[in-house]
């Protein structure tokens, strides 16, 4: 249907555009970590996630044709520092994409500690992504979202997905363009396993070194790294084979071990970097003991102290309750498998 002309010229201000999206951050059971390319962030390896159903990111992105910079704020404080920095290169982005030069006022709202190994920038990137696409008026589908969002965070281009996902890391040795084009992220096809993670943060404070300094450092320092990257390969095909089939005791084997690896390239590196903590043993102790007494749980731990218990849903109390048992001074959630990154309408649903 062709829309009426109107007599008047809109001025830009009456074309400012807005949209708001929520995501979920998601914690990787095979790893990403290590890039390829630092601009691009395109990783050496491909990388699996469950998206969670806590600790949502709601951001609103405002297109202000009167502004002359972007205006940012997290959790109602202006961003500074390297958060702001992020944000705003990541609006040029979307600015070039679109071909509008409007800055905007961002809006974002974080339920999960910020710095603290819990992925807010996976939640953080795909809700600004969804958002800021839909302000400024692109019309890209989950893939093209996927990437998007990628070149916010790279574990960000898997929330862009409930359940599980796979974040392809896109052939090597290509053009910039057909590397970008084939690093994003999909659904995994799973039978179902009925997962929970147990959360333990043992410390939500935000950590010392940042997980882009501490991977660029494994990468060019630790004699760890190739050997692990090989391997992850291999663990990836095992955990699309054990999601496929249902079993979640494979599932979580190959999980701990791909973390485990993860930390190990850390720990070689030079100089090293730990990010596990006397707290985190005691955890991985008591996931042991578990196991002991016939109880499936498996723990991952991301750039930070904090567990993740997998385990089936059913066994998820009896898990938080001996992990608290454990950490009395942590906090303790058990989350399930969560939806991906959507636009809220304007009644916020
Ligand atoms: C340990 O996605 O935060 O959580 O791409 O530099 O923003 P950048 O890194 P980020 O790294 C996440 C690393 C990890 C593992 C994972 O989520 O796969």
Redesign the pocket.
């Given at each position: 249907m062709r829309r009426e002309q109107s007599t008047t010229v809109p001025r830009p201000r009456d074309t400012a555009r807005s949209a708001t999206a929520v995501a979920h951050p998601?914690?990787?059971l095979i790893?990403?970590?290590g890039?390829r390319d630092e601009r691009l962030?395109l990783p050496w390896t491909d990388?699996l996630?469950m998206t969670l159903d806590v600790f949502p990111t709601t951001t609103r992105v405002r297109l202000d044709p009167d502004a002359a910079h972007d205006a940012v704020t997290l959790n109602g404080e202006p961003a500074t520092g390297e958060a702001g920095r992020r944000i705003t290169a990541f609006l040029e982005l979307v600015r070039e994409l679109s071909g509008l030069s409007q800055r905007a006022v961002v809006d974002t709202r974080n339920t999960v500690p910020t710095g603290a190994?819990l992925?807010s920038?996976?939640s953080g990137?795909a809700a600004l992504a969804v958002a800021a696409a839909a302000a400024y008026g692109i019309d890209l589908d989950a893939t093209a979202l996927s990437r998007l969002a990628?070149r916010?965070?790279?574990?960000?281009s898997?929330s862009l997905f409930g359940g599980f996902a796979v974040w392809h890391a896109g052939p090597e040795g290509a053009t910039d363009a057909e590397a970008d084009l084939g690093s994003y992220a999909e659904p995994v096809p799973t039978a179902d396993i009925d997962p929970a993670l147990v959360i333990a943060v043992v410390n939500a404070g935000p950590k010392a070194v940042s997980?882009?300094e501490a991977?660029r450092r494994t990468v060019d320092t630790s004699p760890l790294y190739r050997p692990w990257a090989a391997s992850s390969k291999d663990d990836l095909v095992d955990m699309r084979a054990a999601l496929g089939r249902g079993d979640l005791a494979a599932v979580g084997e190959i999980a701990e071990r791909n973390a485990l690896g993860?930390h190990a390239t850390m720990l070689a590196a030079r100089p090293a970097v730990r990010y596990l903590s006397s707290a985190t043993v005691t955890v991985l102790d008591r996931v042991l003991q578990l196991r002991r007494d016939a109880v499936p749980a498996y723990a991952t731990m991301?750039?930070g102290p904090n567990v993740k218990v997998l385990c089936h849903r059913a066994d998820a109390e009896r898990v938080a309750d001996a992990v608290r048992d454990a950490v009395p001074d942590g906090t303790v959630l058990v989350a399930g498998p969560g939806r991906g990154a959507h636009l809220l309408d304007e009644g916020g649903r």
């Open positions: 998601n914690i990787a790893k990403y970590w890039k962030i990388s996630s190994g992925a920038s996976a990137f990628r916010g965070s790279g574990s960000a898997r997980s882009r991977m993860m991301d750039a």
